[in-house]
């Protein structure tokens, strides 16, 4: 972000998709909010039993719980813990409009409350997808491959066949987390599967790829 040119006081809107480690761990410079203006938006099917005290008090005295579940609640709360006490959080239900243009799209089955999200600007759309593709080399010829990540294998599948089917008849834009850089482009259809067309970039140097 910084070699793009952004300071993290520019951020003013922060969307998150399903409460992976990797996904909401840049949150936070210790206790302090690493975004000082921005509001911290999350789905509330997803982080309501991890932020909510009644429901992370039975999740947490459950007899099957282990320190590894104990330490990932914890650090889910202290991850928004910093945003909240600012003023800077808020859940949402399914299908609202955050700000203007942009809107979340429920894409459960990696997690509970996996969410995406859909970008609209100047005639164009992008669709966020979170981690619908863990492993873009094998699900895109390959929707329906599921992967031990997902929490229901066989929802996962069903939502990244709909959104890649959504996608290729918008023209959509799509971008992921797990895609291989630049991590943005476009997905097209074959006969019997479904293809990445990553978008060219241009190094320094002014060499495009």
């Not at 990932?72 to 949402?92: C, D, H, L, M």
């Not at 164009?124 to 094998?138: K, R």
């Not at 599948?157 to 895609?179: N, T």
Request: no cysteine; glycine share 10%; aromatic share 10%.
């Amino acid at each position: 972000m910084l070699a793009a040119g952004y300071q993290p006081g520019q951020i003013d809107e922060i969307y998150i998709t399903h409460r992976g480690q990797d996904h909401i761990g840049g949150l936070t410079v210790g206790a302090a909010r690493a975004f000082p203006n921005a509001t911290v938006r999350v789905p509330k099917s997803e982080f309501d039993l991890f932020l909510n005290p009644a429901r992370a008090a039975v999740l947490l005295s459950e007899a099957h719980n282990t320190p590894q579940v104990q330490a990932w609640v914890q650090f889910t709360q202290n991850s928004f813990e910093p945003y909240i006490r600012a003023g800077k959080f808020q859940s949402f239900e399914e299908d609202t409009e955050l700000v203007p243009g942009i809107r979340p799209l429920a894409t459960h089955g990696h997690t509970p409350g996996h969410t995406s999200y859909v970008v609209e600007s100047e005639g164009q759309t992008l669709i966020i997808l979170g981690d619908l593709v863990l492993m873009g080399a094998l699900q895109f010829a390959h929707p329906s491959l599921g992967s031990s990540f997902d929490v229901d294998p066989k929802a996962a599948s069903e939502q990244r066949l709909r959104i890649f089917k959504m996608a290729v008849d918008s023209h959509s834009w799509i971008a992921g987390g797990h895609l291989s850089f630049p991590g943005i482009g476009h997905v097209r259809a074959g006969r019997d599967r479904f293809f990445w067309i990553p978008v060219e970039y241009t190094i320094p140097n002014g060499v495009s790829h």
